[in-house]
């Protein structure tokens, strides 16, 4: 199993251009996350999805949208970028039981607007 | 407002000493809690993590004690070690659905 995978592992953008962060999942988990992580901040919730075709905002949802068209899928997209939305990007997943709240994360995605 | 506090962004401890982190909450509801550790350019990986019904949980050298009344969680480590060398968040849950990340502390663990 690979477990979590993202891609890209890097990207460098201009201000203004779009692009799309992808999160795949083998382990068929239902709920998927996307956070951003800045010096200092920790890590910060962008968007989740409970299951296929649902997805809700989090902490930090603008500028940001997701699709969750397949179960093991979660897209991140950023339609306009701009620099404060460099980061580096980590998507997550976990199984829907009630006696787990534990997420799978993955590698991440070194994102730089410029 | 923060709901989960590291107030330590850095702990230098010697291997074979114990490391201990500490981590406060504010929000009464959240009833589930873990412990990630991070490697500089990967994912975050889940350590431990306790219930709110338990005061303490251990696997092996890592063991996690939780204070409901003083909502205060730590993570000991015994004995450190250098590869325990990262970075180290605690997350706090309410009802299993999403997770609130502290800022994380680095632990050095030194020869």
């Known amino acids: 199993n690979a477990g979590v995978t993202q891609t890209p592992k890097f990207r460098v953008l201009k201000t203004g251009q779009s692009m799309t962060l992808l999160c795949a999942q083998d382990?068929?988990?239902?709920?998927m996350y996307w956070y951003r992580q800045d010096p200092g901040m920790g890590l910060r919730l962008i968007h989740y999805?409970?299951?296929?075709?649902?997805?809700a905002k989090g902490e930090v949802p603008d500028g940001y949208n997701v699709s969750r068209l397949k179960k093991q899928n979660f897209l991140l997209g950023l339609e306009s970028a701009a620099p404060s939305q460099t980061s580096v990007y980590f998507c997550?997943?976990?199984?829907?039981?009630?006696?787990?709240?534990?997420?799978?994360f993955g590698p991440g995605t070194r994102l730089t607007v410029l | 407002d923060q709901q989960v506090k590291q107030n330590s962004p850095s702990l230098s401890v010697q291997e074979g000493r114990i490391s201990i982190l500490n981590c406060d909450y504010t929000?009464?509801?959240?009833?589930?809690f873990l412990w990630y550790k991070k490697y500089p350019a990967e994912g975050p990986t889940f350590l431990i993590s306790?219930?709110?019904?338990?005061d303490k949980n251990e696997d092996g050298r890592f063991t996690v004690f939780l204070n409901k009344s003083a909502k205060h969680l730590s993570l000991h480590i015994v004995p450190s070690q250098p590869g325990d060398s990262a970075v180290y968040f605690c997350a706090a849950s309410s009802g299993y659905s999403t997770l609130t990340f502290g800022k994380g502390t680095m632990l050095l663990v030194s020869p």
């Open positions: 306790i219930s709110s019904i338990k």
């Open positions: 382990m068929n988990h239902e709920y």
């Open positions: 999805s409970v299951g296929e075709g649902t997805t």
């Open positions: 997550a997943s976990r199984e829907s039981g009630l006696n787990t709240d534990t997420q799978y």
């Open positions: 929000n009464s509801m959240f009833d589930y």
